[in-house]
Structures are given as C-alpha cells and as structure tokens.
C-alpha cells in the first residue's frame, strides 16, 4: 500500500501548480487516508514524497555545480525556496492527518480504546464526533487557505520552475520505465484500498481481521512469496508496537495505583457540562506533552468506570467520551 501513497502524492505535486490548491490537495489527501490508515504511516509516507523529490534535485544541482567548480548563488537560492515549499507541504500534511485521524475509530489508536469501551461501531463513532471534528475539519481547511494567501509563517512559498521542470523530466522518465507488472500492481493496491474503506465503514469484520485481509490480498495479488519482504513491513511498524507495549503497561500500574482518581473525582463534582469542559482540557494539556494513547486509556477508563458505577449517565459517558477523544487529538 505504500507504493500506492507514493504515486498518489507524486502525482498531485506534479500535477497540481497552484500553490494553494496543492497546499488543500496534501491536507485533504492526509486527512483522507488518516481516517482508514494510522496517521504516523500517511505522514511518513509524505515526509518519504517530500524527501525524495529533494534528494533528485539536490544531485542534479551537485552535479551542475561539480561541473562549474563551485556552488552558484542561484541554485543555493533555487534550493532553499524548495525546502520552504516542501516544509509548508509537510505541515499541511501533518494537520490533515490530526484531523482526519480524530473523526475515524481508526484513525488513531486510543480511538479504537475509546470506540470499544464505548461499544460504537464505525458509523456510530463518526457520527458522534462530528459535531465536533467536522467544523473543526472546516475551520482546518480555511486557515490551510487563509496561511497560503498571506503568506505568514514561512507559508506560501512557490514551487521553483528549474525544479518543476527537474521533477517533471524525472516522473516521465520513471512513468516510461515502469514495467506492464508495476502498473497492475498499482491498480491491485488501489482496488485494495476500496476494500478496506468499506469493509471499515460497514463494519463488515472485526479491525484486526480486516488488517489481516489486506495484508493477505496485497502478498498475494502483488507477488510477494518470500518471507523476508513480508518482514521488512512488519520490521517498520516495531519501534511503534514496542512504544504502544511500554505506554500500556505504565496505564496498567496507573490504573492499578488508582494515581488519577482524585482528579477525575474532582472532575466529576462539577456540573455535566464543566465536566466535559475540564475532561476536555485536561486530555489537551496532557497529551501536549506525553502520548494520546497514553492519556486517552487512562481518561476512558476512569469514565468508563464512574459509569459503571453510577455517578454518572450512559448520555453523559457518551459526551465524556467525545470530549476525551478530541480532547486527545486535537491540542
């Protein structure tokens, strides 16, 4: 799936030549693939995009500039104009993977802690978040406009035309040397996608298994037989398994220690809606500075507890969960 997200991105910095509409193509793009995919695999995928492009530009000007003897003032100025464009590329993309991971059960891992405590399903999850995250979703796509047109804080800045017509002259290249096989691989890949966007939006099976199936369908579609290539992608996803490992285990000594329970029973003294205020506070400032999934499972898990016990309504768990969930993602 990755050599798909490449070629999707590739396509639209190529395709696209106004800034700003590139700019709100990344963001929705990101924010797209961020609601059926983990937001750290899209934006990866773009930092690879980006970083790539710089690589085939930065050995074509190397190459001139090893032939004239030195580094010239205009390709100096030539590269640090595309790095601000990429720079500005790279954070829209990074805002359109926040907001689109916070809308989906799967966006982001404590949404599915969040979604299963809760009992929601797909459908149900992003219905009850909406009426948070989609004028937040709005709000995102104006300002993605409004810095773009203003041109503030390093944004706005315009793809240089020696380094379109590098990049252009590159990806017709590529395009010409890609075999009959590479190209149905990428129609395989993308057929795949459709399948996982409607196996999770209909919740057609559990997550777990619809994870597997597109793992099953892409080795066997695409050719993969040997076991080292299907590792490789395993291999990319560890130091993130092993951090999700750690952070659950230091949940199940603060869960065990009872250490946020005084917090939350101060929380839940107040009235229903300085309830959702302050869990919404509190998850923002905590998850400014020490992981979401961290702070999301302790969070629903004192809520969910309060309920259980009878302090509070199943109506307000329900609001105290969309008041957690956002609360995780979005600050």
Sequence with gaps: MKTLLLFVFTRLLLRIRSKTLLSLAFFLAAAFLSAFLDALTVIAVVIGVATGFYDIYHRYITELDQQAGSITNEHA???????????????????????????????????????????????????????????????????????????????GATLPDTVRQVL?????????????????????????????????????????????????????????????????????????????TVFFAIVAVIIDQQLFTPLIQFVLQGSAQNQLTLFYLFNGLLSSISDNVFVGSIYINEAHQAFVQGRISQKQFELLAVAINTGTNLP
């Excluded at 464009?85 to 990074?94: I, P, Q, T, V």
């Excluded at 994870?211 to 579609?221: A, D, E, K, N």
């Design 77 to 155: 100025q030539t590269l640090e104009q595309f790095r601000a464009f990429l720079r500005s590329l790279l954070m829209h993309a990074g805002v359109g993977t926040a907001l689109g991971g916070v809308m989906t059960m799967v966006g982001e891992p404590q949404n599915l802690i969040i979604a299963k405590t809760a009992g929601w399903d797909f459908a149900s999850f992003f219905l009850r978040m909406s009426a948070v995250t989609v004028p937040v979703f709005l709000c995102g796509i104006a300002t993605c406009i409004l810095v773009e047109r203003v041109k503030i804080c390093g944004y």
């Design 168 to 244: 252009e002259d590159y990806g017709r290249k590529t395009s010409a040397e890609r075999a009959p096989q590479e190209r149905v691989m990428l129609w395989i890949q993308g057929v795949i996608g459709i399948w996982l966007i409607a196996a999770l939006a209909f919740h057609l099976a559990e997550v777990g298994l619809i994870g597997l199936s597109v793992i099953i369908l892409v080795t066997s579609f695409c050719g993969i037989t040997e076991e080292h290539a299907i590792g490789k992608a395993f291999q990319d996803a560890m130091p993130f398994t092993a951090l999700l």
